[in-house]
């Protein structure tokens, strides 16, 4: 398997099936976690040095954190029924609980807390909708945790890319500090496919093509994105899903576009 690519695998103890850091990706800022609860199992932690989202993906939970309560959130049953989450956001030196009502997936985004905010609730009402690109370039973003919204160091959103359309593009990179042009960010990409014998395409490449990856990418699947450009395929049949978590050391997404394939912004 390519090296960028971290499979889901069968749940653990505390329903853990997927699960990069730090440490494993090689880099400084971001963690991601994919847990799967049967009803009444719970998931507690401790976030100690990181701010932590939590996006009940699919389900319904009770939710618990800074001293906060939150029963029975939730509202789709299944990521492509493509309304938007519940997630809860929990700051670092804090403990969150949630406790499954239905079988429940559960994605944990992990950066480094400052202590600068409070745990809350963030409702589907909360999560704008916004449609982006035009023609078979269209797709429909869910802002989960943007920029505007109170955080120290992430930055959440899931995209729904129709079948046979693309996504992340025209392509684009943020792997440079260089403010107010491009911050640099690291990325990861929690891929799901429909029907789910499917697949998704991306590739990962830098314009020197000292990184140059296309993958091919399965229902489950989380691909690292450490530099580069990364543009995203559904393949005609196969609607696909991602979840994206973006942090570094400045909290903004300022990107650099490939410049061979800036012209399509011009059309």
């Known amino acids: 398997m390519n090296r960028l690519i971290v499979p889901t695998g069968e749940p ?14 090689g880099w400084t800022y ?15 932690r401790s976030t100690n040095d990181q701010e932590v989202c939590l996006v009940l993906l699919s389900g319904f939970a009770d939710a618990e954190a800074g001293g906060q309560a939150w029963p029975n959130i939730g509202r789709r049953m299944d990521i492509f029924e493509r309304i938007p989450p519940y997630a809860v956001y929990v700051p670092n030196e804090s403990e969150y609980r949630l406790t499954a009502l239905t079988d429940a997936e559960v994605a944990i985004c992990s950066a ?27 797709r429909t973003i869910h802002n989960i ?43 990861t990409y929690y891929h799901r496919v429909q029907p789910g014998h499917g697949f998704a395409v991306q590739r990962v490449y830098t314009d020197d093509r000292s990184l140059d990856e296309t993958l091919t990418v399965r229902n489950g699947e989380a691909v690292m994105v450490p530099k580069g450009y990364h543009p995203v395929s559904a393949a005609p049949g196969y609607d696909n899903y991602y979840l994206n978590v973006m942090a570094g050391p400045v909290r903004t997404w300022k990107f650099h576009n490939d410049p061979e394939h800036e012209w399509l912004f011009r059309k």
Request: charged share 20%; aromatic share 6%.
């Open 12 to 25: 653990n103890a505390d329903g853990t099936v997927l699960r990069i850091t730090p440490e494993s990706a």
């Open 30 to 44: 971001v963690g991601f976690e994919v847990c799967r609860l049967a009803p009444g199992q719970i998931l507690q």
């Open 112 to 138: 480094p807390g400052k202590g600068g905010h409070g745990a809350r609730l963030i409702t589907p009402e909360q999560v704008a909708a916004e449609p982006r690109g035009y023609g078979n370039m269209s």
């Open 145 to 187: 945790l943007p920029e505007q919204e109170p955080a120290d160091s992430l930055l959440v959103v899931e995209v729904f890319t129709p079948n046979g359309n693309w996504s992340s593009y025209p392509p684009h990179r943020h792997d440079e500090e260089d403010l107010p042009r491009q911050s640099y960010l690291e990325e």
